[in-house]
């Protein structure tokens, strides 16, 4: 959907390129870090999406996910980024095809 500063618990209308509003509607973000494995978790849920996409609505919602091993020096965050979503009829995902992509993240100074 590209970029959008989000924050937990709180909707944010965007103005979009040809004027017209979207809102993002936030939930939880759940962070969890397991010293003993190096294991961090964090969850971001969009509750209610509304984004005016080319004379076009697209209504719906969506949860991603970030999990796996921070490096021994914390450094980097090699985790895998999962993402479920309903972004209704215009943009469908099957139950069973969840999109996963693996990043890594390097610690800012």
Do not use: C
């Amino acid at each position: 959907m590209g970029e959008v500063k989000i924050e937990p618990n709180q909707t944010n209308r965007i103005e979009m390129k040809d004027g017209s509003i979207s809102t993002f509607k936030a939930g939880d973000f759940l962070a969890e870090y397991m010293p003993k494995t190096r294991e961090l978790f964090i969850s971001i849920e969009i509750e209610e999406i509304h984004i005016n996409f080319l004379h076009k609505v697209i209504d719906g919602n969506s949860v991603d996910r970030f999990v796996g091993p921070v490096s021994e020096d914390g450094k980097f965050w090699r985790a895998d980024w999962i993402t479920v979503f309903d972004y209704g009829p215009l943009l469908p995902q099957e139950p069973n095809d969840i999109f996963a992509k693996p990043l890594t993240f390097e610690k800012m100074e």
